[in-house]
């Protein structure tokens, strides 16, 4: 079965069409997977223009469509898939509407898609298959989604059944990482790019490191002993915002420093994000931790889930997160998703789709 699958939540226009099947296993073989960055558009913002944002959506649909298409060299699609929430309103509408036009005109149903679920359906597409595990060995599962809109740690009981046990008070992790990078001057989004100057700091050896430490503050770890599963990152933030200005402009321009305050943000964000999921994953003894979101692609974070992990001494602990381009926005993770609930029986006729902007995994 072939579906086509529609992602419009934020700044992203994205298309994708995938192959399913079952054999033990699902499997996903993506035939083309397209993905339009507005980043251009919106960097001169610093952040997401939802009007802006729906505008070129509009304008993008039909080209990334028709690319999408060719990729795949012209496939029968049986089944599409749309985002319809969480995320910008007017954008998710546009990816809506999109894909209610496509239904009408190919006599398709069309299955509701939630986009933080994708995120975490997205490891069902190579690395489920790739370290040969059974899909009902995983469960129970605790996902860490670690977004530009959303951090959230999920219980995953199975396919389709979730129960969110904390969330971010404020920034979400994403969010924290592009208000920073803004403040030391690196553009949008800033996630990516704290990410490659922070590699850049371990890797130079500015002669004295321990002078530099000095002149770096210790950032806080927000709410990382509370017992709970919240998070707060605005705090963060403030901090490099006040040690930003305390230093003489030579100082807070200079490599060493933005480097060295970019490794110090991500740890703080690392410590945090590491430290309550793996709370979580002993709290549930659970047999799986799933990573998923723009923030997952972050080579740090991954490296030190990864031996963390094992930290918990859990027998047999699997540990997920999609590789980089299937972390960040895209639609082949629509499709996986819709796979699923395809197997459940929940397609629907394009009438009955709806948009729901702050809508909430169960
Ligand atoms: O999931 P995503 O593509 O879109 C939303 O659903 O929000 O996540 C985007 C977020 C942005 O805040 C971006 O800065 C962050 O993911 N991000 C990263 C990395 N790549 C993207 N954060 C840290 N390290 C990265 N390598
Ligand atoms: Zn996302």
Known sequence: MNILAIETSCDDTCIAIVKTSYKTRPRFEILSNIVSSQVKIHRKYGGVYPTLAKREHQKNLPIVLKRALKEAKKPKIDLLAATIGPGLEPCLWTGVNFAKDLAKKWGLPII??????????????????????????????????????????????????????????????????????????????????????????????????????????????????????????????????????????????????????????????IDVLIHKTLRAAKDYKVKTIILGGGVAANEELRKQFKTACPTLGVKHLNFLVPPKNLCTDNAAMVAATAYFHWILGETKSWEEIEVNANLRLK
Not at 166 to 174: F, I
Not at 180 to 190: K, M, N, S, V
């Open 112 to 269: 509701p898609v939630n986009h933080i679920e994708a995120h975490i359906l997205a490891n069902f597409i190579s690395e489920v298959r790739s370290q040969k595990l059974k899909v009902k060995s995983l469960f129970p599962a605790i996902c860490l989604v670690v977004s530009g809109g959303h951090t959230q740690l999920i219980l995953m009981q199975e396919i389709g059944k979730y129960k969110i046990l904390g969330e971010t008070r404020d920034d979400a992790a994403g969010e924290c990482f592009d208000k920073i990078a803004r403040i030391l001057g690196l553009g949008y989004p800033g996630g990516p790019l704290i990410d490659r100057k922070a590699a850049k700091f371990r890797k130079r050896d500015f002669g004295k490191i321990s002078a530099i430490a000095d002149f770096l503050p210790k950032l806080p770890r927000p709410m990382i002993y509370q017992k709970n599963y919240d998070f707060s990152f605005s705090g963060l933030k403030t901090a490099v915002l006040y040690d930003f200005r305390s230093q003489p402009e030579k100082i807070r321009k200079s490599k060493k420093y933005i480097q060295g305050m970019s490794a110090e943000v991500q740890q703080a964000v």
